[in-house]
């Protein structure tokens, strides 16, 4: 649950909290499972039995089916605006099976690198996700990690998207050429099979963790090589992945904590970061560079230059950190090139509307 609205208040407070933690704090997220509510009729699936509601989905897609949810618990958001009995994901948007629709990242957990895996940042980024309260229980922030699918097209648009006051109701793509990263969506074919399969190389991507037009303390995560796979697409095209209400407690008012997160994940991502790129990445509220903070250890590897600490070089002009990937075999990395970190994570997705 991680999305940035302009200037965000409490996400700027929580990164700077960063500056004063050891330098093995880290970014990341993680998983659980449940469902929605409601009836008509039944059908067994991975997890239980679920319930399915009116509709048949899209005639002619091999994954299409009607909007389907599993039994309500105390802990299934009941508000009108996560569609209880609609979905297994509390999704904002239910689509019935429709060839076309949008998914919004709900929940991530990176393995790597390990500067995303853990400590404060783990926590800063699990903010960067999740539909808005009161309706499933959890924070509301304007900027997301958009996946648009249009199956008849044969295509998934991708990248950050924002919302908020003077903007169209949901979501827009941001598309951005005139910061010094381009922060534009990318678009990728994909297919999904009669068993709803992920699939799909995306390739190079900017997602931007902290984004306001003409800001000058925006910053993103240069992906590169990025590839989803290992998971599935519910057949109502309404969710990756599954809401964990039945693992919630009322007694923590229906709130995830660190023993049962807010999502089941439903597929993974992979890639890789180049550490230059990284290193062109500033990080204001740290006042370091992206390469730095994926070293862990800024003293050992940053170097003060201006009023940010880039990462440190060597007489050769190349970077002293050595990543765990090598950017030109796309490789794990070598004696003679370890110029990138690689990348690899699950998530989970929940469906938003976009905005015309």
């Given at each position: 649950m991680f999305a940035f609205i302009v200037r965000n208040a409490p996400f700027a407070l929580a990164v700077a909290a960063l500056a004063g933690c050891s330098s093995n704090v880290s970014f990341g997220g993680d998983g659980d499972g449940g469902g929605g509510g409601g009836a008509t009729s039944s059908a067994q699936g991975a997890g239980g039995s679920t319930t399915s509601s009116a509709?048949?989905?899209?005639?002619?897609?091999?994954?299409?089916?009607?909007?389907?949810?599993?039994?309500?618990?105390?802990?299934?958001?009941?508000?009108?605006?996560?569609n209880p009995g609609k979905s297994v994901c509390a999704a904002v948007e239910v689509v019935d099976g429709a060839p076309s629709f949008a998914l919004k990242m709900a929940?991530?957990?990176?393995?790597?690198?390990?500067?995303?895996?853990?400590?404060?940042?783990?926590?800063?980024?699990?903010?960067?996700?999740?539909?808005?309260?009161?309706?499933c229980h959890i924070p509301n922030f304007l900027l997301a990690w958009i996946f648009r699918f249009d199956l008849t097209a044969g295509t998934l648009t991708t990248g950050g998207a924002r919302q908020g006051a003077g903007m169209a109701p949901g979501f827009q793509l941001i598309d951005d050429i005139s910061a010094g990263a381009a922060?534009?969506?990318?678009v990728a074919p994909i297919a999904l099979g009669a068993g709803c399969d992920l699939d799909v190389t995306v390739g190079d991507l900017n997602v931007p963790i902290q984004y306001d037009p003409g800001f000058a303390s925006n910053f993103h995560l240069p992906f590169r090589k990025l590839r989803l796979h290992g998971g599935k697409v519910s057949p109502d095209h309404n969710?990756?992945?599954?809401?964990?209400?039945?693992?919630?407690?009322?007694?923590?008012a229906c709130a995830p904590t660190d023993a049962v997160p807010a999502y089941t994940?439903?597929?993974?991502?992979?890639g890789w970061m180049s550490l230059e790129e990284a290193d062109a990445v500033i990080i204001s509220p740290l006042q370091q560079s992206l390469c730095v903070f994926l070293s862990q250890d800024?003293?050992?590897?940053?170097e003060q230059v201006d009023q940010y600490k880039l990462c440190a070089r060597g007489p050769d002009g190349q970077i002293v950190f050595k990543g765990d990937w090598c950017s030109a075999t796309d490789q794990p990395a070598t004696a003679g090139c370890a110029d990138a970190v690689k990348v690899t994570a699950t998530f989970a997705a929940s469906g938003v509307k976009m905005a015309p």
């Open positions: 509709g048949s989905g899209t005639p002619g897609l091999a994954c299409s089916g009607p909007n389907s949810a599993g039994p309500a618990t105390a802990c299934t958001p009941q508000d009108a605006g996560c929940h991530i957990s990176f393995s790597k690198p390990a500067a995303l895996s853990s400590g404060i940042a783990k926590s800063v980024l699990q903010n960067w996700l999740g539909p808005p309260p009161p309706v922060i534009t969506p990318v969710c990756i992945g599954v809401y964990n209400d039945a693992l919630l407690s009322p007694g923590d994940h439903g597929a993974q991502l992979d800024a003293a050992a590897y940053g």
